[in-house]
């Protein structure tokens, strides 16, 4: 019922900034909560940041004062702008959506963000 699509991922140096977009389709109105998660490398995916439909967000203690979680409901798009990147922010960040109630859960593909030392 949703599709998320993630882009903005690339090389970036250590310090650096990057934002990265998650554009939803399908049926968006079931969609209660939305967040960006990553995958380091050798370690398991974990929440970096979510957003509530009401516009409540939380940050992983590892990206507070750094990245900054937020929303476009005209354009279905989600964003995570990344500031003062460290290289152990490097990994593979991934759209996720719940719908209302936490029924069903969706992702995508992945964006690779290598943040060089």
């Known amino acids: 019922q949703v599709q998320l699509v993630e882009s903005g991922g690339g090389l970036v140096q250590a310090g650096g900034s990057l934002r990265l977009s998650c554009v939803a389709s399908?049926?968006?109105?079931?969609?209660?909560?939305m967040g960006w998660y990553r995958q380091c490398p050798g370690k398991q995916r974990e929440l970096v940041a979510a957003?509530?439909?009401?516009?409540?967000?939380n940050y992983a203690n590892s990206v507070k004062g750094r990245f900054t979680i937020s929303r476009d409901n005209a354009k279905n798009t989600m964003y995570l702008q990344m500031k003062s990147l460290k290289p152990e922010d490097t990994a593979v960040y991934y759209c996720?959506?719940?719908?209302?109630?936490?029924?069903?859960?969706?992702w995508g593909q992945g964006t690779q963000v290598p943040v060089s030392s």
């Open positions: 996720g959506a719940s719908t209302i109630g936490q029924i069903r859960s969706y």
């Open positions: 399908g049926n968006i109105f079931s969609i209660g909560a």
């Open positions: 957003i509530t439909s009401g516009g409540s967000t």
